[in-house]
């Protein structure tokens, strides 16, 4: 496994280098937050430990940089800041754990083993499918019987909400809290548009629908009626 460690203190990162290569990890090391950056975009790492208090771009900088890009490599941060609200700020900001300083070592180790083995899970699922349409989302690329099908961001997303429940009765407060992140109905036509648009992408020209409506429910993404 390949780690980053984003680290200003170089004897902290000694240590945790020495033991992190007898613990059978391969290890990158980064003493500032830009360098950390342009290393974790360059390079595909299994798990980023980032320090939070960092020269010239901060850990969470780093983290809300790399989620924009649409980077998922698991990050752990470590922080001398060790308040519920940081906690709860540096997940926000896209961080998968959290590790207060000072720590154990076992401890570190042991999250760094909990968060691969997540990643290794979610990378299984990078790529969906029902009947002839395919959907990577790593490279966000939609196809459907090899033809290739052109979405906007808000589309993509819909889509991949409705790939990863197929056969299930999607409702439209499912729709506004998954995709829209939405937790009230702002009583517009907002999911009929995006859905009439996503329909027309993905159906228009092929023989058999696979967006379909479930009147007075909302909508099913399957192979037939």
Request: charged share 25%; no cysteine.
């Amino acid at each position: 496994m390949s780690l980053l460690l984003i680290e200003d203190d170089l004897q902290a990162a000694e240590y945790l280098i020495k033991g992190l290569r007898e613990s059978g990890y391969t290890i990158d090391h980064s003493a500032d937050g830009r360098d950390g950056l342009a290393r974790a975009t360059q390079n595909r790492y299994d798990v980023i430990i980032a320090d939070r208090q960092l020269p010239f771009m901060d850990g969470l900088a780093i983290i809300a940089s790399l989620r924009e890009k649409g980077d998922r490599t698991p990050v752990l941060i470590l922080s001398a800041l060790g308040t519920v609200d940081d906690r709860v700020h540096g997940l926000k900001v896209g961080g998968d754990d959290y590790l207060t300083k000072p720590f154990a070592f076992a401890e570190l180790l042991a999250r760094i083993e909990a968060l691969s083995r997540r990643s290794a899970s979610a990378a299984e699922a990078t790529r969906l499918q029902v009947g002839d349409l395919e959907v990577d989302l790593l490279g966000r690329h939609v196809t459907r019987a090899g033809r290739n099908i052109d979405l906007t961001t808000k589309e993509f997303q819909l889509l991949e909400y409705l790939m990863r429940r197929p056969g299930q009765v999607i409702t439209r407060t499912m729709l506004l809290e998954g995709v829209w992140n939405l937790h009230f109905d702002p009583q517009t036509n907002i999911i009929d548009v995006h859905m009439s648009r996503l329909r027309n992408a993905v159906d228009k020209g092929f023989p058999r629908p696979l967006i379909h409506t479930v009147r007075g429910a909302g909508y099913v993404l399957k192979e037939s009626e």
